[in-house]
C-alpha cells in the first residue's frame, strides 16, 4: 500500500490527526467531529443513495433489519431486478417500522474501500463495512456493538444518544446471560452529512432519524492481547503436533468424562510449555507475523492488472492502492502473502522479493541482480497478474 497510508487514514478523521486518534480516542473515549470535511462527505460517492440503487443485484438478497417498536414481521430480504424494484422494498421495510441494515458495501466506492484497507493495514484486523438507511422518525434499540464504530453519516440527519460511561470492551460474543445495557447518563448528538462519530466497542447508545438517513458504520477491533495470545499458541501449535491432537483419552470425553484428571493436567501442562517459548521475542514476532499472514490471506484478493502490454526491464510499475503483504522466509521456500493469494517464490529471489515490497514505485531493472533479466521480468509479470502490482501506465 501507498506509504501515505496514515494520511488516508487523516483524512478521514480530520481535523483530529493520526496520531491523536490513535493515542489518546481509541478504545478510550467517544469522538464526534463535526466540522467540514470534503473528504468524510464524499467517502461513499458523490451520491451514496443512487449507488446503493445501482447495486440491488449485490445487496436486495443479503438486506438486514432493526427496529424499536416494529408493526409487524420484517419482510424477507430476496432478489430484486431493478434499482426502482430495490427501492419499493426497502420502503416495504420502512412500512413494517423497520431499518434497513445494508452488509458488505465496502466496495461501495473507491475512497470508502481505500479508507477501509488503510484501517486494516494499520490495526492488522479485517474492517467490516455496513450501511443502515432509515426513514424519518425509525429508533433503534438501547445496545452497545462488539466491534469499535466509525460512523459517518451519508444523507439526512440523525440524533443519537451516547452513554457517558466508560466503555465496556467485550469480546466478540455474547456472555452468558447477558442483558441490554442501559443509560442512566447520555449526552445527545446530531448530526448532518460528513459528520463522523466514534464509539469505542461496548458503548451503550441508540439513535433516532429526524430524516430519512443513510449512515455508513465502519466496524472494526484492533489487535486485543487476547488475539496475541492466541496468535502465540496457533504458532505453537504449528510446531509442536502434540497440540493437535484430541483433548483427553478420547473423542467424546468431555461429554463421557468430564471431570477425568487427564484434561486439566494436559492444559496445564501446554501452557507452561507455551509460557516458557514465549520467553523468545523472537517466537512472539514469528506468532504475530503468522497471524498476519492469515489476516491478509482472508481480505478480498486484488483485482487482476495484467494488460495486453508486455512487461520488459523498462517497465515502471508501482503497488495497486489496495496492496498489502507478508512474507514468510522458511528453510525451502519464501511465502508470499497478499489478499486473498499465496504465492511460492524459490529462496534466490529472497532480496528482490524484499525490494518488490519495500518499494511503492520501480523499473523492472532497479529489481537487484540475485536474479537474471528474464526472471526479474517473469517476478514481475506473475505480481501484476496477481493484482499485488499495476504498470504505471503514465510512465510509459
Same mark, same amino acid.
Given at each position: 500500500?501507498?506509504?501515505?497510508?496514515?494520511?488516508?487514514?487523516?483524512?478521514?478523521?480530520?481535523?483530529?490527526?493520526?496520531?491523536?486518534?490513535?493515542?489518546?480516542?481509541?478504545?478510550?473515549? %467517544?469522538?464526534?467531529?463535526?466540522?467540514?470535511?470534503? #473528504?468524510?462527505?464524499?467517502?461513499?460517492?458523490?451520491?451514496?443513495?443512487?449507488?446503493?440503487?445501482?447495486?440491488?443485484? #449485490?445487496?436486495a438478497p443479503n438486506l438486514t433489519s432493526h427496529s424499536y417498536a416494529p408493526k409487524g414481521p420484517a419482510p424477507k430480504a430476496r432478489a430484486v431486478q431493478s434499482p426502482d424494484a430495490f427501492r419499493e422494498l426497502i420502503q416495504e421495510y420502512f412500512d413494517a417500522g423497520y431499518t434497513v441494515r445494508i452488509p458488505d458495501?465496502?466496495?461501495?466506492?473507491?475512497?470508502?474501500?481505500?479508507?477501509?484497507?488503510?484501517?486494516?493495514? #494499520?490495526?492488522?484486523?479485517?474492517?467490516?463495512?455496513?450501511?443502515?438507511?432509515?426513514? #424519518?422518525?425509525?429508533?433503534? %434499540?438501547?445496545?452497545?456493538?462488539?466491534?469499535?464504530?466509525?460512523?459517518?453519516?451519508?444523507e439526512g440527519t440523525k440524533r443519537w444518544f451516547i452513554s457517558e460511561e466508560p466503555p465496556v470492551l467485550p469480546n466478540k460474543w455474547k456472555s452468558a446471560g447477558e442483558k441490554p445495557p442501559v443509560m442512566n447518563n447520555y449526552h445527545t448528538v446530531d448530526v448532518k452529512p460528513g459528520d463522523l462519530i466514534y464509539l469505542p466497542r461496548g458503548t451503550a447508545h441508540t439513535v433516532q432519524s429526524t430524516s430519512e438517513s443513510i449512515h455508513v458504520a465502519i466496524g472494526f477491533v484492533p489487535v486485543t492481547i487476547r488475539d496475541a495470545i492466541n496468535a502465540a499458541l496457533d504458532h505453537y501449535s504449528e510446531l509442536h503436533k502434540p497440540?493437535?491432537?484430541?483433548?483427553? %483419552?478420547?473423542?467424546?470425553?468431555l461429554t463421557e468424562q468430564p471431570n477425568n484428571p487427564q484434561i486439566p493436567e494436559q492444559i496445564r501442562h501446554y501452557l507452561k510449555r507455551l509460557s516458557e517459548a514465549c520467553q523468545d521475542d523472537a517466537f512472539i514476532e514469528r506468532a504475530l507475523s503468522r497471524r498476519k499472514t492469515r489476516m491478509i490471506r482472508e481480505l478480498p484478493k486484488l483485482p487482476n492488472s495484467k494488460s495486453d502490454q508486455s512487461i520488459t526491464l523498462t517497465t515502471q510499475v508501482k503497488h495497486? %492502492?489496495?496492496?498489502?503483504?507478508?512474507l514468510t522466509v522458511t528453510?525451502?521456500?519464501?511465502?508470499?502473502c497478499q489478499p486473498g493469494e499465496q504465492i511460492f517464490i524459490h529462496l534466490g529471489a529472497q532480496k528482490c522479493?524484499?525490494?518488490?515490497?519495500?518499494?511503492?514505485?520501480f523499473y523492472v531493472s532497479?529489481?537487484?541482480?540475485?536474479?537474471?533479466?528474464?526472471?526479474?521480468?517473469?517476478?514481475?509479470?506473475?505480481?501484476?497478474?496477481?493484482?499485488?502490482?499495476?504498470?504505471?501506465?503514465?510512465?510509459?
Open positions: 500500500m501507498h506509504a501515505n497510508v496514515n494520511d488516508i487514514i487523516e483524512s478521514v478523521l480530520s481535523p483530529f490527526s493520526y496520531e491523536q486518534f490513535f493515542d489518546n480516542i481509541l478504545g478510550q473515549k %467517544p469522538l464526534v467531529l463535526t466540522e467540514d470535511n470534503n #473528504q468524510r462527505e464524499s467517502l461513499a460517492g458523490q451520491n451514496p443513495r443512487q449507488q446503493l440503487l445501482k447495486g440491488f443485484a #449485490q445487496y458495501v465496502t466496495d461501495l466506492s473507491d475512497s470508502l474501500t481505500l479508507f477501509t484497507r488503510a484501517l486494516e493495514r #494499520q490495526i492488522q484486523s479485517a474492517v467490516n463495512v455496513v450501511i443502515f438507511w432509515s426513514e #424519518q422518525g425509525g429508533n433503534a %434499540p438501547i445496545h452497545h456493538d462488539e466491534v469499535d464504530l466509525i460512523v459517518i453519516q451519508l497440540l493437535r491432537m484430541g483433548l483427553g %483419552p478420547r473423542g467424546d470425553c495497486h %492502492p489496495l496492496a498489502m503483504s507478508e528453510e525451502d521456500i519464501l511465502d508470499f522479493i524484499e525490494f518488490i515490497i519495500k518499494t511503492p514505485c532497479d529489481i537487484p541482480d540475485q536474479i537474471n533479466d528474464d526472471v526479474k521480468v517473469a517476478l514481475v509479470d506473475r505480481l501484476v497478474t496477481s493484482g499485488f502490482l499495476v504498470v504505471d501506465t503514465k510512465k510509459q
